[in-house]
């Protein structure tokens, strides 16, 4: 399939990624790909998904957050990376990128977000009402407690939440809000700032719910807590049609699951665009 690799200006660092289209026929739908936390558009969904989509006859938008890997290099030396990201960064890199492919002519796209991805969806679709359709492949839920639940889960802080909150917030009062803090366990390092944020400006899919109306397809894993990744309780309370999967046999990445998951999500989209 053709491929351009683009760049999205942004108010500061530009976003990277590929543009997928089919080589034949017409194009369905575009979709937009929102990675997950300290991914990349080179891994996970957004990696396997777009060649099988693009047969399909989708477009598909794969691209880098700011907030994408852990550390990353910048302009000369300056750094930049997942460990500085913030909830509002997010949000805003996911409209910069919706209105890039507004500009090529797709302004309904489809959005399919992979764990803090699929939590940025559910944001994106009930700030932008435009949106075809939503996948959330994994998404989390958001809000205050999403810290403290995955660190319960043995990741990002563990049983030291109190302790490096208050270290991030000693940090931040001495100026020092761009240090970075090694954590015992995924994602292994972050900023005091973007520490704090997490817990405190992350949104929150419950809130945002209501407020999503387009069709949306909800996947979990059954490897994966419902807690953290609440598809059920999502879709009792989101303001229009959802439907909810639990894959078997499944962990959060979908291993060895790729190709079967990509071909259920490419028929639910086939379906929900012809009907839309």
């Not at 366990?185 to 992350?202: E, G, H, Q, Y």
Request: glycine content about 10%.
């Amino acid at each position: 399939m053709p491929l351009e690799l683009i760049s999205i200006p942004t108010d500061t660092e530009a976003l990277d990624g590929l543009f997928y289209t089919p080589d034949r026929g017409d194009i369905i739908g575009a979709v937009l790909f929102f990675h997950g936390n300290c991914h990349n558009f080179y891994t996970g969904p957004s990696r396997f998904m777009p060649e099988l989509l693009t047969l399909r006859g989708f477009a598909c938008l794969a691209f880098n957050r700011r907030g994408h890997d852990m550390v990353v290099s910048l302009k000369g030396r300056k750094v930049g990376g997942g460990s500085f990201q913030t909830g509002a960064e997010g949000v805003a890199d996911n409209s910069y990128a919706a209105s890039w492919l507004a500009a090529r002519g797709f302004t309904k796209p489809i959005v399919i977000g992979h764990s803090n991805g699929g939590m940025l969806g559910i944001k994106h679709c009930a700030d932008h009402h435009d949106v075809q359709a939503l996948v959330v492949m994994s998404g989390h839920l958001g809000g205050r407690r999403i810290s403290d639940l995955t660190s319960a889960a043995g990741n990002f802080a563990q049983d030291r939440m109190a302790e490096f909150t208050a270290k991030a917030e000693d940090m931040v009062a001495k100026g020092r809000g761009h240090d970075l803090m090694l954590l015992p366990d995924w994602w292994w390092v972050i900023s005091a700032d973007s520490f704090l944020d997490r817990s405190l400006n992350t949104p929150d899919i419950f809130v945002e719910a209501p407020k999503v109306k387009c069709p949306t397809l909800y996947l979990r894993g059954d490897k994966e807590p419902r807690e953290i990744y609440p598809a059920e309780d999502y879709a009792a309370k989101a303001g229009g049609p959802c439907e909810v999967r639990i894959v078997p046999n499944c962990d959060h990445f979908y291993t060895g699951h790729e190709t079967e998951i990509t071909a259920e999500i490419g028929d639910w989209l086939i379906k929900t665009c012809k009907l839309s």
